[in-house]
Antibody, heavy 121, light 107 residues
């Protein structure tokens, strides 16, 4: 069965960096787009970034563009989110999610359980 | 950017009754609309995609309808485990934004 397991969250000071990982199993990782979505405490879902199945096309929400980078390691079936210049407003649970197709224009058919990132001094 | 507006913000319905949740897009998204369920403390789960197709394993009491800018999620014969927040998301245009959610409470 499909499993997505996020890791790498924690408490970090404003301006510092953090890298999240998402280990995928149970499906052909190289055939699907992968997304990051976040949810601030008590708030709704905010889509963050997507990477196409081949790692060529990447897109970001305006709120993280230029600070976050999405990547994938096909040999490890792992998705990453490098987060730089972190701000208090980046505090959230970060979910990785599998797209139902190869590009960004598909629903998100499986989600991980999330990892909490807290940006605080 | 397309804006997705869900209504009502909160809905309280008795067990066995029907719940109707609405989602409106600020411009047409064709049928490229998904619904997700998020139970308390859990990750979201895909319920409906293509506006009306149930995802694998989703009970038949969940149904979706609509196209263009107006969409409906109907949950018939409500059960206690349906208590959750429900989100719509369009994936027709960039970026693939979510609505703000509807909290469904079971009386």
């Amino acid at each position: 069965q499909v499993q997505l397991v996020e890791s790498g969250g924690g408490v970090v000071q404003p301006g510092r960096s953090l890298r999240l990982s998402c280990a995928a199993s149970g499906f052909a990782f190289n055939n699907y787009a992968m997304h990051w979505i976040r949810q601030a405490p008590g708030k709704g879902l905010e889509w963050v970034a997507v990477l196409s199945y081949d790692g060529v096309n990447e897109y970001y929400a305006d709120s993280v563009k230029g600070r976050f980078t999405i990547s994938r390691d096909k040999s490890k079936n792992t998705l990453y989110l490098q987060m730089n210049s972190l701000r208090a407003e980046d505090t959230a649970v970060y979910y990785c999610a599998k797209g139902a197709g190869r590009d960004a224009y598909n629903p998100l058919d499986f989600w991980g359980q999330g990892t909490l990132v807290t940006v605080s001094s | 950017e397309i804006v997705m507006t869900q209504s009502p913000a909160t809905l309280s319905v008795s067990p066995g009754e029907r719940a109707t949740l609405s989602c409106r897009a600020s411009q047409s998204v064709s049928s490229n609309l998904a619904w997700y369920q998020q139970e308390s403390g859990q990750a979201p789960r895909l319920l409906i995609y293509g506006a009306s197709t149930r995802a694998t394993g989703i009970p038949a009491r969940f149904s979706g309808s609509g196209s263009g800018t107006e969409f409906i999620l109907t949950i018939s014969s409500l059960q206690s485990e349906d208590s959750a927040v429900y989100y719509c998301q369009q994936y027709n245009n960039w970026p693939p934004v979510f609505g703000q959610g509807t909290r469904l409470e079971i009386k």
